[in-house]
């Protein structure tokens, strides 16, 4: 199934309107594949999408023309001559534009500077967050995408449970996952793997290091696949050996937390709320301090997009979006547990899309 690419920039140009501006200058690669499914960008190309209130042109480094021709569904497709917004303008001038804006978000002061000097006579307004909350709300092309991607980090979590033994180094095993992940089926891995290991699954986002996984550990791996430029993300915490009692206790109130929070998704939940469900949970069981970020985020064509499910974030969920569902307590000195899922909000509900057993495994 193509997404429809017609309908997202229908909604951009609403915006595009409400902004007050007459054209808007794209040069996020993630806005630009969203809006026309361009691959160029995805390559570190230099690219920009020019959409007005008819017309979307893509003006792309001219050794990725073939690929976006093959990619992208725009009016027209143009290869800059040289690297300049002098370029841009040219394409304008004729057309009457007044006042064009660029996302303030994505372009750097250097970018800005050279923008400017070259506009002289059009005027430029930064603009921010015109397409991000348009892309919060999935359409069915993206939540197949997201699917396909958290079925892969299913797989591959059975995989790498079936193989974790005492002596693999947190190095290796982070490896394995994403080996076994673009063997089936990822163009990459989300973000850089986690595994982190006995006192070092009290360090929230580790980086996999030489320590070898040993009897007793709590081992926690973070990882997701990225499917045709969408991202999963899931975070499971298993144990090498028998768990001790606290690790069991510690492992029970997290995911009563993590279940509880996931049972209040809902359209019209408002993110600081959801985020509380498991943080009331964690802190009545006096580990309040030790829940040390925030109960997840959205994901989509970013591994982390809007919207925040944090303490100060009033905005409400909505059919269609894709968040993370990540309690965690962290105890220095000892470890941690983390246990995430993914979820789409659906009209009554939710369905969580990464189905991986979160009964404590002792391996
Ligand atoms: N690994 C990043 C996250 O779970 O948000
Ligand atoms: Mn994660
Ligand atoms: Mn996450």
């Not at 020019?50 to 023309?65: E, F, M, Q």
């Not at 976006?68 to 001038?93: F, H, N, Q, R």
């Not at 095993?173 to 973000?191: L, Q, T, Y």
């Not at 081992?219 to 969408?230: I, P, S, W």
Request: charged fraction near 25%; glycine fraction near 8%.
């Amino acid at each position: 199934m193509q997404p429809s690419y017609n309908k997202r920039l229908d909604k951009l140009r609403e915006r595009i309107k409400k902004a007050e501006i007459d054209t808007l200058l794209v040069s996020d690669a993630r806005n630009i594949f969203y809006l026309s499914g361009s691959n160029g960008g995805y390559t570190g190309a230099k690219v920009m999408l020019i959409v007005d209130a008819n017309t979307s042109t893509l003006i792309i480094d001219k050794r990725y023309l073939a690929e976006t021709m093959e990619s992208a569904v725009v009016d027209t497709i143009t290869a800059w001559t040289e690297p300049s917004y002098g370029d841009i303008v040219a394409l304008l001038k004729g057309s009457g534009v007044k006042k064009v804006g660029f996302e303030s978000t994505h372009v750097t002061v250097k970018q800005y500077e050279r923008l400017v000097k070259e506009f002289d006579a059009i005027q430029l307004v930064g603009v921010a967050g015109l397409i991000e909350p348009v892309r919060e709300v999935k359409d069915r092309h993206e939540i197949t995408k997201i699917t396909d991607a958290a079925a892969i980090g299913d797989t591959t979590f059975d995989y790498i449970t079936g193989i974790l033994r005492p002596g693999m180094t947190e190095i290796e095993i982070s490896i394995e996952i994403d080996f076994f992940m673009r063997k089936h089926g990822a163009e990459r891995p989300s973000f850089d793997t986690i595994v982190a290991s006995g006192i070092h699954s009290a360090v929230p986002h580790a980086t996999p290091s030489s320590k070898k996984i040993e009897v007793g550990d709590f081992v926690t791996l973070d990882f997701g696949a990225v499917v045709d430029g969408y991202h999963s993300d899931m975070t499971r915490t298993v144990v090498i050996g028998r768990a001790s009692g606290k690790q069991k206790d510690i492992y029970a109130k997290v995911l009563e937390a993590q279940i509880a929070a996931l049972d209040a998704v809902v359209p019209g939940k408002v993110c600081r709320d959801l985020d509380a469900v498991a943080r009331d949970i964690i802190a009545e069981a006096g580990y309040g301090e030790n829940f040390v970020h925030s109960l997840g985020h959205g994901v989509g064509l970013d591994v982390h997009e809007a919207p925040t499910l944090a303490k100060g974030n009033e905005a409400m969920l909505a059919e269609a979006m894709v968040v993370t569902v990540e309690p965690g307590i962290y105890i220095n000195g000892f470890g941690g547990v983390r246990i995430e899922d993914l979820v789409v909000v659906t009209r009554s509900g939710r369905e969580v899309l990464t189905l991986s057993t979160k009964d404590l495994l002792e391996l």
